[in-house]
């Protein structure tokens, strides 16, 4: 659970939902055939992730890999709030 304080009260984040925005914007990137497996950890105050892909053949996987991380970070942040520390793409394979 994360949660973030203002002066109107505490909002509270499960981490399963934040595993489950990340499964969801790496699942619908371009150059991504699948998920072995996505980690969020509470990094301080922040967050990071760690998506371990499956990466369609003839991709860039620098480029995909960088295109994901970012989109990834952009989502959480944009529908949370939270601060995200990192996002590592782990390429596992190529189908």
Known sequence: ???IGNHLGTITISKKYLISLATAQAESSF???GLNSVKVTLDG???????????????????????VSHKTA?????????????VEIFADSIV
């Open 45 to 67: 105050e922040a967050v990071s992730v760690k998506i371990s892909a499956v990466f369609s053949p003839d991709v860039n996987i620098p480029a995909v890999a960088d295109a």
């Open 31 to 33: 150059g991504i055939a």
């Open 1 to 3: 659970m994360i949660s």
């Open 74 to 86: 952009y989502e959480l942040i944009n529908k949370t709030g939270v601060k995200v520390s990192k």
